[in-house]
């Protein structure tokens, strides 16, 4: 059973940080790309930052670069998220994805509020 279990979600004020931490099982977790996406209420859900399987290649949008670092241990299975300098525009509810084409896995999600 494929499983992905994010944590690590809260209330914090603007400029805070929260680290977000997502537990994979039941697949090859070195062999997939790993993902957070994050969806704001009445808005779609966008990609915020992918790691690849291999060599750990990163990538962002644009409003989050420099604030977030995506990160992963294959050892452990897991994959972080690091969100510092938060804004309120950072309110959502975040989702950890792992993909090797066509498949594509979800979390549940971890709600991410930023609010003073």
């Known amino acids: 059973q494929v499983l992905l279990v994010e944590s690590g979600g809260g209330l914090v004020q603007p400029g805070g940080s929260l680290r977000l931490s997502c537990a994979a099982s039941g697949f090859t977790f070195s062999a997939y790309a790993m993902s957070w996406y994050r969806q704001a209420p009445g808005k779609e859900r966008e990609l915020v930052a992918g790691?690849?399987?291999?060599?750990?290649?990163?990538n962002y949008i644009g409003s989050v670069e420099g604030r977030f670092t995506i990160s992963r241990n294959n050892a452990k299975n897991m994959v972080y998220l690091q969100m510092n300098s938060l804004k309120v525009e950072d309110t959502a509810v975040y989702y950890c994805s792992a993909q090797r084409t066509p498949i594509q896995h979800w979390g549940q999600g971890t709600q991410v509020t930023v609010s003073s």
């Open positions: 790691i690849t399987s291999v060599g750990g290649i990163t």
